[in-house]
């Protein structure tokens, strides 16, 4: 994965020097918008709030979480593979600080509200503060996504996945600019990854149907 997505910054790289243009896939692809940002789960209005997750045993935690990527992946139950993604989300979430928290309140604000120069700042502090804290390079990933900085999304997504590997968010990420950048067989696979960690994932479903129906050459 390291070497993959070095290739990959390497060659967008040359993009940004003009030797080649990104391809265009069409809308299916681009980059999302404010309106499509999705806090997972949303923050605490009243500003210093934060999302509470009960502080357990790092052994019993590590234990309650491989439980719910279980339920999530392997659950017929729509209810219970939902509630286990919430609750996934919600221990991404925790940074362990107050002030993360509170910063990271702000950034969703700011991204909600298109200021994403505002929320690149508050979530450089963010990374500094807690390098530690896989959802604060997730979000950077995905303002740096949404400027269609591809190069620095990769790098933050390699630090998401390196902290959180079954984070699904991060992957489709990565799916989305593989595909991109036309490298669709490492696409196929990125999406089927993440879709294996949620099943319940509705875009990578769509995403591999297009992949294999492009494949076999036929119209997506």
């Not at 290739?7 to 809308?27: E, F, K, M």
Request: charged letters at 30%; a negative charge; zero cysteines.
């Amino acid at each position: 994965m390291r070497i993959f997505l070095f290739a990959l910054v390497y060659s967008l790289s040359i993009v940004a020097s003009g030797a080649q243009p990104v391809p265009d896939l069409g809308p299916e692809v681009a980059p999302p918008s404010a309106e499509d940002f999705n806090p997972m789960p949303d923050a605490p209005a009243e500003e210093g709030g934060k999302v509470v997750v009960e502080e357990t045993d790092p052994e019993d935690e590590q234990s309650r979480l491989d439980k719910l990527y279980a339920d999530l992946a392997q659950s017929d139950d729509p209810a219970l593979a939902e509630k286990a993604a919430r609750e996934i989300q919600m221990s991404w979430m925790d940074s362990g600080s107050d002030t993360v928290d509170i910063l990271m309140s702000r950034a969703g604000k700011a991204i909600q509200s298109e200021d994403q120069a505002l929320a690149l700042d508050l979530l450089d502090v963010i990374v500094v503060l807690r390098p530690s804290y896989a959802e604060g390079w997730n979000r950077r990933a995905t303002v740096h996504y949404m400027r269609e900085d591809f190069g620095k999304s990769l790098v933050d997504i390699e630090r998401t996945l390196a902290l959180e590997p079954r984070h699904w968010g991060a992957l489709s990420g990565l799916a989305i600019i593989q595909r991109r950048l036309g490298f669709k067989d490492d696409a196929l696979a990125t999406f089927k990854r993440a879709l294996e960690i949620n099943p319940g994932l509705e875009n990578a479903t769509k995403a591999i149907e297009d992949l294999e129906k492009e494949a076999e050459g036929s119209p997506a």
